[in-house]
């Protein structure tokens, strides 16, 4: 079999002694926090209950303080919460909860996977300054007593989207790269339809976070590597735990003589560990990200997290690996129209590029 793999141990190398400081701080406050949990699961008191909630608030305050004061030093980490303005945070604040909630079931889990990566694009791309501006000029349905037309401008942000290539590693990124892709589509004044590379790649589960190693199977895999040289490369991946599937998919197309112009890592939650990996590693990296995380288990799990974010987009897979084809083929009818034009490009690289 044609594998590549990584180590934890390589990543680990990359976190600079003021990251690790950040991460031990960052791992005592939630120790802390993890004893809250337990008072606040097993409690039947009231005013004990009160009491730790109380005291959870504090210590989530104060981890947020210390992941702002790392952001602003670290310019390629982006949080939303931490860059946009303030009357956004609630909105952000409530798509995490939904995203989070236990009892969120998969079409309504689906529905704010499509808002988070709105707002993440918009955090990407938002900007203006500077700017020019492109016309739409759009025919509408009403056509008494003529035709209608309707004229919107739009920022022209062609030169920032219509060099990119949706980057997809593992099965729960696919909808999310689509989402993307299409965001690009529409943000794009030519329609631009961004081309797809996708790699198999997994983590090793028999190893724990110390140990951890991400496999990525070339033979599973179905990309041009010569396309990718100069591109904007989008990763779009709910969950970035450690960022060793990314890396591990850079670090095999640079020792192959490619060089992308830059790497975007959009996350819906991001391990604050993962984030700095990811941004240390990799010289032209931005992490985006609406939600960053404190700590990883021993099994490289987020936590609080929000659980298996592929299981949840696309329902469980029982035993048995579900190909790219049967996951286009499980999103329903309804999405597929949604994504026409970015299924023919997965369709495209797996049916016609996959074969050279």
Known sequence: MNQVVLKADALDGYLTPS???????????????????????????????????????????????????????????????????????????????????????????????QRAYEMLFKLAYGGTAGLTKNYLIVKTPVTDPVQNFAVHKITNIDEKIENTVMCVMLRGALLPSMIMSKEIQEYSSHGYVTPFALFKIRRNDAKRENDMEYILDLDRSYFDPHSLEGKDLIFADPMNATAGSLVTVIRYLLNMGIKPKSIQFFNVIAALKGALRAVRALDNCDVY??????????????????????????????????????????YGSNIARLYRAQLREVEDTVLTRGEV
């Open 289 to 330: 990200t609406l939600w960053m995380d404190p700590m990883l288990n021993e099994d490289a799990y987020i936590m609080p997290g929000l659980g298996d974010a592929g299981d949840r987009i696309n329902g469980k897979d029982g035993e048995q690996p579900r190909n790219i084809i049967q996951l286009v083929a499980d």
């Open 19 to 113: 990251d690790r400081d950040y991460i031990d701080r960052m791992g005592a406050l939630y120790k802390e926090v993890m004893t809250s949990y337990s008072v606040l699961d097993k409690s039947r008191v009231v005013d004990e209950k009160k009491r730790e909630e109380e005291t959870l608030i504090r210590l989530f305050n104060e981890m947020g303080t210390l992941m702002q004061q790392l952001c602003k030093a670290e310019k390629r980490l982006h949080v939303y919460s931490f860059q946009t303005p303030q009357e956004n945070h609630p909105e952000a604040s409530r798509v995490i909860a939904k995203l989070r909630d236990h009892q969120t079931e998969n079409e309504e889990f689906v529905y704010y996977i």
